[in-house]
């Protein structure tokens, strides 16, 4: 990173200067995903800016996503995400799309448990106001990196103990005879807030797919709705269109 001084003499202030350098030094790939920033004493240095301007200009940077910074480690270009493509004509369950991918699957609980059904919940699952409803939701992650939150509310008859539930909803429902068989899904665009951005892990604001699938049994029986969140920066929903007649 060259030294910023004359740019700054032309008006925007040297931490905007270096953090368009090192955004140039990204984007160009002087410095690739996963590679590791020289240390702050280092850039100063060569840019002839104090420490704590480039502390701003990586701060910055990290915030908007293009660094990571790593305790102990230091700071590296954000390593570049594989973008998963997902067929939308099969009714599969995260971990079994993720496991034929040959990546590691894991999930952390945000709840788990029976509550009184919300309005959208009784209308979706044909609940009456007496009965509950069973809550699974999970922030899911494959290969570290987290990639989707899934609220998944089912009647509390066909999932009496949402805790029992292991690494797969699926799997549990298949054990009871309840897998479903056929679901409509519905995708649309959204920006993440502040609290589910930091669940996956990206800048508030970032693009996201808001999924929402309801499922059936072979019977015609509502069995799960599921209001997701993915990422956008790493979903790719693939279909195959033909033509009608
Ligand atoms: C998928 C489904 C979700 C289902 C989950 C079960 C979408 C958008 N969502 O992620 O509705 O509940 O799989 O996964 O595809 P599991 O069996 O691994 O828990």
């Known amino acids: 990173f060259a030294s910023v001084r004359n740019a700054a003499q032309r008006g925007a202030p040297l931490y905007l200067q270096l953090k368009k350098s090192i955004e140039d030094a990204v984007l160009s790939g002087v410095i690739g995903p996963g590679d590791a920033l020289p240390s702050e004493r280092d850039i100063a240095l060569k840019a002839d800016v104090s420490r704590v301007t480039v502390r701003k200009a990586v701060q910055d940077l990290v915030k908007g996503g293009i660094l990571v910074q790593r305790h102990g480690s230091g700071t590296f270009v954000a390593p570049r995400l594989e973008r998963v493509e997902q067929s939308l004509s099969l009714l599969t369950s995260f971990t079994e799309d993720m496991a034929r991918r040959g990546m590691t699957v894991r999930s952390t609980w945000l709840d788990r448990g029976i509550y009184p059904p919300s309005p959208d919940e009784m209308m979706v699952l044909g609940l009456s106001s007496k009965e509950f409803v069973a809550r699974v939701s999970r922030l899911r992650i494959a290969n570290d990196t987290p990639l989707a939150i899934e609220r998944a509310s089912l009647s509390a008859t066909a999932l009496p103990d949402p805790g029992a539930v292991g ?79």
Do not use: C, H, M
Not at 174 to 194: C, M
């Open 167 to 245: 690494s797969s909803l699926y799997a549990a429902l298949e054990k009871t005879g309840n897998r479903p068989v056929r679901a409509v899904q519905r995708i649309s665009a959204a920006n993440l807030g502040e609290a589910d951005a930091k669940l996956l892990d990206v800048p508030a604001g970032s693009a996201s797919l808001n999924i929402e699938r309801i499922s059936y049994l072979a019977s015609g029986k509502v069995i799960e709705f599921t209001r997701s969140i993915y990422r956008g920066d790493a979903y790719d929903f693939v279909a195959e269109l033909r033509l009608s007649g």
